[in-house]
């Protein structure tokens, strides 16, 4: 089962830490080592505690390795939680296939998704 994330808003005030981080809600995004496709659905400023991982990857999240992103993959029924240093921007310009999509985004214009107006 798909967890349902929290849409952020913009802030008005001081750079938040989605505006820090190098990718943002609605991107199409692909993982560097294993390569499955996927959109942006929330963005933490540092790995929030979630899963359970090998004591390797445990101790990558804690040095701080954020931001963190969670991603549902294209094609699949799950999502993802992603440190950023595993992304970089799809270059396909193809929408993903899943079942959430509607939940979180409007549409989908020029490779990225357009977030619902009614999500914060």
């Known amino acids: 089962m798909v967890k349902d994330f929290t849409i952020h808003a913009p802030s008005q005030g001081p750079a938040t830490h989605a505006?820090?981080?190098?990718?943002?809600?609605g991107d199409v995004v692909q993982h560097a080592l294993f390569g499955y496709r996927g959109v942006i659905v929330d963005v933490d400023p540092a790995h929030g505690g979630e899963g359970a991982f090998s004591d390797a990857a445990m101790e990558e999240r804690s040095r701080g390795s954020g931001p963190w992103y969670?991603?549902?993959?294209?094609?699949?029924?799950?999502?993802?939680?992603?440190a950023e240093k595993h992304l970089h921007l799809d270059a396909t310009g193809d929408p993903i296939v899943h079942r959430l999509l509607a939940r979180y985004f409007k549409g989908f214009k020029d490779g990225l998704y357009v977030v619902r107006g009614d999500l914060h």
């Open 70 to 82: 969670h991603v549902l993959v294209h094609a699949r029924n799950h999502a993802t939680y992603v």
């Open 19 to 25: 505006q820090r981080a190098r990718f943002r809600i």
